[in-house]
T-cell receptor, first 117, second 111 residues
Framework: AQKVTQAQTEISVVEKEDVTLDCVYE???????LFWYKQPPSGELVFLIR??????QNEISGRYSWNFQKSTSSFNFTITASQVVDSAVYFC??????????????FGSGTRLSIRP | KAGVTQTPRYLIKTRGQQVTLSCSPI?????VSWYQQTPGQGLQFLFE???????NKGNFPGRFSGRQFSNSRSEMNVSTLELGDSALYLC??????????FGEGSRLTVL
């Protein structure tokens, strides 16, 4: 069975600090996708990144970076020099490749990130 | 291009009533899925529609139903509302379910 664990329920940091959100996943499949979504107070989940299981290269997008390590089944998300606008709930998700159905996307429980000015 | 549009954004109902929520997907997206989000249960998959056919259904009672129209717009209905149905209902559309594109949700409060 697939599972996504976001052990950090809430994180609070002061603006400009770096913060890492942890995501640990479980799957027996060798081909899968991992995602991160951001949910600001407005409600919609905003897609941030998709990574397939064969691509372990870290990715950087501005202040955001993602560290994918298959050896530890982790897909961690780091925000550098955090800003108040980064305050949101962040979800990590897993889907098995080849299953083109939303029902096969497993979401973690989310991490609420608060950035204090 | 326009994102996923959900209406209404907020609504208040009383127990026993029924509610219909609407979702207009991104143009060209034929897959629409619905999720219920509550503080205690997180994001839970309700159902998914593709080309007017329900493709999958989550573990929810029959009071929860939905449909998709030929223009890919989707509606979900909850009958005989219960207090526990209070939640944020999110709709997402996709081309071929890699990335899901979500609307802002409909926040339902049942009194």
């Amino acid at each position: 069975a697939q599972k996504v664990t976001q052990a950090q329920t809430e994180i609070s940091v002061v603006e400009k600090e770096d913060v890492t959100l942890d995501c640990v996943y479980e799957t027996r499949d060798t081909t899968y996708y991992l995602f991160w979504y951001k949910q600001p107070p407005s409600g919609e989940l905003v897609f941030l990144i998709r990574r397939n299981s064969f691509d372990e290269q870290n990715e950087i997008s501005g202040r955001y970076s993602w560290n994918f390590q298959k050896s530890t089944s982790s897909f961690n998300f780091t925000i550098t020099a955090s800003q108040v606008v980064d305050s949101a709930v962040y979800f990590c998700a897993l889907s098995i490749a080849g299953y083109s159905s939303a029902s096969k996307i497993i979401f973690g429980s989310g991490t609420r990130l608060s950035i204090r000015p | 291009k326009a994102g996923v549009t959900q209406t209404p954004r907020y609504l208040i109902k009383t127990r026993g009533q029924q509610v219909t929520l609407s979702c207009s997907p991104i143009s060209g997206h034929r897959s629409v899925s619905w999720y219920q989000q509550t503080p205690g249960q997180g994001l839970q998959f309700l159902f998914e529609y593709f080309s007017e056919t329900q493709r999958n259904k989550g573990n929810f009672p029959g009071r929860f139903s939905g449909r998709q129209f030929s223009n890919s717009r989707s509606e979900m209905n909850v009958s005989t509302l219960e207090l526990g149905d209070s939640a944020l209902y999110l709709c997402a559309s996709s081309v071929n379910t890699g990335e899901l594109f979500f609307g802002e949700g409909s926040r339902l409060t049942v009194l």
